[in-house]
């Protein structure tokens, strides 16, 4: 029974050694120590002993308890400390670490334009009016003098919204002209920027959803040198100070008279290119002097107030500022683009 005694003892110290888990410990401190245990087991025998062995086997039995007990707590300390230590690792936080980079965004270019052309007017006094995407028909065509029989007013042109043709996605930003003449009694001077539609198909110069901004100005004694004046200021501040202005006669139902506004050409300066066409000049934008029909119409007397107004594509400023050659570089979000403003 000591040699057994002995062996279980030395059975369970390399066992214990071999234990890499708080589990495996338990385990092994069932095996040979539990109520059922190998010890345990053994001195339920002593009952066969004489009572010379007895106290002998009775001794080393306790003594070898003992031992293996001091040498599960050992091994379990050791194990927890172990696990502990893991833990520490793979939970440790550097503080000193630097962090994720955070990419930040830029400003569209077509913001960057339309908030220069914002600051530009806003320093003339205008005022920044809005108008529906939505918008009658009225508005849109009827009260700027549109007749019925206009080739905007085309289904292949616009988007009606309703069968009768009263309601459709504003196909320019001159609606607001009305709205604004309807609600407020001259001088006014305002601009709007905003979206606006037309059934184009896809391609280098053209959207079916695009941006206009519209001005208008209406008050006593306005004139097409103030046109001008404001047109070139524009001009002059968007593309540079030497920026030339060419203003040729044009047709607008709601304007009388009416005029095309080009830019000398920003890439080669005038003497011809491919941007250009070779023409040396760049269409910019619509003005005119408001029809006196438009002004009476919103309860404006044309014999008292005189007014003009302009409407420019705000895709095309942005090309012809940042020297962009294919309007669909504008919507399609290529960081490699965007980057570059
Ligand atoms: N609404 C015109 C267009 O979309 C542009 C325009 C021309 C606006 C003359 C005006 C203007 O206010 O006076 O083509």
């Known amino acids: 029974m000591q040699q057994k005694l002995e062996q ?34 053994i001195l339920k025998q002593m009952g066969g002993l004489s009572a010379e062995e007895r106290p002998v086997i009775g001794a080393l039995a306790n003594e070898i308890r003992t031992a293996l007990e001091d040498t599960l707590a050992k091994k379990d300390a050791e194990i927890e400390a172990l696990v502990l230590q893991q833990r520490l690792i793979a939970e440790s936080l550097d503080v000193t670490e630097p962090g994720a980079e ?28 809005e108008g529906p995407e ?3 028909s009225l508005y849109g065509f009827d009260r700027l003098n549109s007749p019925i029989t206009h080739p905007s007013r085309e ?25 604004v003449m309807e609600a407020q009694k001259p001088p006014l001077r305002i601009i709007s920027p905003g979206r606006a539609y037309r059934k184009d198909e896809v391609d280098a110069s053209h959207s079916p959803m695009f941006h206009q901004i519209e001005g208008l100005v209406v008050d006593r004694g306005v004139t097409m040198g103030d046109l001008k004046g404001t047109l070139n200021l524009l001009a002059s501040k968007l593309f540079g100070e030497s920026t030339k202005t060419r203003f040729r006669p044009h047709h607008f139902p ?27 000049w760049l269409e910019l934008l619509g003005a005119g002097m408001v029809h006196p029909k438009v002004l009476s119409g919103c309860g404006i007397d044309p014999d008292v ?22 309007m669909r570089l504008l919507f399609e979000n290529d960081m490699r683009l965007l980057g570059q403003f």
Request: net charge negative.
């Open 8 to 41: 279980i003892k030395s059975e369970a110290l390399a066992a214990i050694q071999t234990a890499d888990t708080p589990e495996g410990i338990e385990a092994l401190r069932v095996k040979y120590l539990g109520k059922k245990g190998e010890i345990t087991s």
């Open 102 to 129: 955070i990419k930040f965004g830029r400003q569209h270019p077509m913001s960057i334009v339309l908030d220069e052309v914002k600051d530009i007017f806003i320093g003339m006094g205008f005022q920044i009016a």
């Open 134 to 136: 939505v918008e009658l």
């Open 155 to 179: 289904w292949t042109d616009t988007f009606y919204i309703t069968e009768d043709e009263s309601v459709h996605l504003r196909s320019h930003t001159s609606p607001v002209q009305i709205r």
């Open 254 to 280: 709601f304007t009388e008279p009416s005029c095309e506004v080009d830019v000398q050409c920003v890439v080669c300066g005038g003497t011809g290119c491919r941007t250009c066409k070779y023409e040396g």
């Open 305 to 326: 107030y005189s007014g003009f107004a302009f409407g420019a594509g705000i895709e095309r400023m942005a090309m012809l500022r940042f020297g962009i050659d294919d």
